[in-house]
């Protein structure tokens, strides 16, 4: 009985996914112009594989055996479902005989009929197979792909969306190096952060100091002291410069249910 | 063709909508069945914390902090980022929120997870659009998305070498297919990342080495 309510609650859970990841995707081929969603990584991944069927296919793959020994274990997917699984998937079906990118991956219609049904399929097949993972392919995927990816995202991404920064002029690199070296303290990433900085700078060079950029740095000043006060980089810096934490600002924290150690 | 409904603006908040009460009901299915969370088991962990009496403090303000983050960044660039937005701010985040404050109902049930997490996913695409008429709708700049889609294209054509290196420190065989995959690859003008993963992947099989 359980059994098919996991599976009637998977096919509905994996269409609204896939639909929603499948256009998302293809929308940020036409940002910004087109709102998309999905995620740099997962455009400049699309993007490497170049709309070649089997390269999209054995990239999805190799994420797949990941979530699958994932869900096994913790019974967690793994974001990776939704970042590189579902669009990668979904492009591999709609390139088969050689059509090009622009008239299926970048086609929201397309990508979202296909995700749909790749939706479907993965997350049954994830939520319903909670064993059976050949172990061979499971060790690949931990050992090979998950320490390639976790390069990409640090150093790699950081370096050169930094390097960008640095090449679009002083006010980008400026800010972008600020934002950066900060969000790597807080957040351990420094892409939002370098992200954020091309924000302002480009914003500042095309339009001045206006109300938007001014709302926009003010914005993203708050956003960082929120999340280091949340993530308890407060206490983690005055301990680390040998100072003791004032008791006020320990009972702070545990006020917020924050408790620090 | 940016006005059809697959580009529009407006059409936005539906697919938003549509992805986040599945990742809600995702939530919802690891509640129930503890399979079936859209997120890595670090993050998932949080939850699991709270839902184990440890507290939901980490579980709800990181996710809050990532959905804040995400939903300023997503809408000035013109990519929202599924993984902090969606998976974890309403995926984790406001499910920690709800189940600190004794409101199970959403998360319990099914088609109310389904519900909650269409709502909520409407209300960060509608607060999408409304960041982008604020902002970039109100001045001539687009705030340098050309230059962060060039960068992550860039950091795309990492992603091969980098295979290819950590197979090479994974096993030698392993190493050595990755290697003859991504040549072959390379030769056939495909994307070296294809060839380097199956190259490992059929040595693997062939020569596997233990999961530790």
New interface residues.
Partial sequence: MEMIEVAIKSIIIGAFVGVGVGAGAARMFHAPKAQGMGAFRTLGELNACAGDAASHFSFGLGFFFNAWASSVGAGAFTQDVDHRIIPNWAAAVLMRKGKRPEDTLHNPKKMAISGGIIGIIVVAFLNLTASAIPESLQAIAVHVLVPAANLLIDPIMPVIFWLAALDAGKRSGFWGTIFGGAAHLIMGNAVPGVVLGILIGKGVDDSGWTKVTKTLLISVIVLFILSAFFRGFDIQLLESMNMAPPEWLLDFHKLLGLEVK | M?KTF????WS?PI?????????F??TH??YV?????????A???MLEAGIQGA????A???G??FL??RV????????????GS??TGLGIGVPAILL?SGITAPIEN?ILS?LTGALLGALVGYA??AI?K???G????????D??????????????P??V???A???IP?GIG?TIGAAI?YIWK??V???A??G??IF??IF????E
């Fill in positions: 940016y697959w580009y529009a603006d936005f697919f938003v909508a549509l992805l986040s009460s599945g990742i009901a995702g299915m690891y069945y503890k399979i079936g969370a859209f997120n890595d088991v993050i998932v962990a507290g939901y403090g980490a709800a303000a990181f809050a902090s804040f983050a300023l960044e997503g809408a000035l660039v013109g990519i929202l980022d599924i993984g969606l998976q600190a099914f389904l999408i659009l982008r604020l902002t970039v109100q001045s001539n700049s687009t705030f340098g998305a230059i962060m889609m060039g960068a992550g294209n860039t950091s795309g054509r990492f992603l091969g980098l295979i290196l950590s197979a420190s994974a096993s392993i990755s690859f495909k994307p990342a294809g060839g993963i199956l490992a992947m693997g099989a596997p080495i233990s999961l």
